[in-house]
């Protein structure tokens, strides 16, 4: 179970899982924003895109979650040692770019409570994008979907037996 405040702990734990990923060491940035940031390394971003709250218990609800892993490369950073033959500079880049999007998505199915921060996770989907402009940058979204239980409210929210001013009339008197 999670605190509101503790949901943010998500996005960290996604990123440190992704960096503890021996292959993800070429990622030379990673930033907490739901979005892409444009950059010469190869880089990650990591955000919400939306939450949904379900009533679960009295004290608890059912947070869905939905994460958007934004990652880029950009074929001038790419080091040509793995291009194929007659593999020119733009194939090479959208070959990279399914490869980083798919050792990620592999990445977290393999930590699904990402370090206890989620009850559950799954990357269901990778949308591949390009960049109208420039043809140098390749892109990919990675979705996850993120499971919480979060109370529904603080402990100091709830009365307790000390703080209840009980007055009992009996009827009739005594």
């Known amino acids: 179970m999670a605190e509101i405040d503790e949901l943010e702990s998500v996005v960290d734990k ?5 960096q ?3 292959a993800l060491r070429f990622v030379k940035e990673w930033h907490k924003v739901n979005g892409f940031i444009p950059s010469k390394n190869p ?3 990591v955000g919400f895109d939306s939450e949904h709250y379900e009533e679960y218990t009295q004290n608890l609800d059912k947070c869905t979650a939905k994460l958007n892993i934004f990652a880029t490369l950009d074929n001038r950073a790419l080091a040509p040692n793995d291009r194929q033959k007659n593999e020119d500079r733009l194939e090479y880049g959208e070959r990279s770019i399914r490869k980083m999007a798919r050792i990620i998505r592999r990445c977290l199915t393999g930590n699904y409570s990402l370090g206890g921060a989620a009850d559950s996770s799954f990357p269901p ?3 591949y994008l390009t960049a109208e402009g420039y043809e140098d940058l ?3 979204v990675i979705t996850l979907d993120v ?3 979060v109370a529904r409210k603080d ?4 009365p307790t037996i000390a703080t209840i001013d009980m007055k009992m009339e009996i009827e ?3």
């Open 20 to 22: 503890s990923t021996p």
């Open 43 to 45: 880089a990650i971003s």
């Open 138 to 140: 390749h892109a990919a």
């Open 155 to 158: 402990a100091g929210d709830y």
């Open 125 to 127: 989907k990778i949308e």
């Open 14 to 18: 996604t990123i440190s899982t992704l």
């Open 147 to 149: 499971e919480v239980f």
């Open 172 to 174: 009739g008197g005594l």
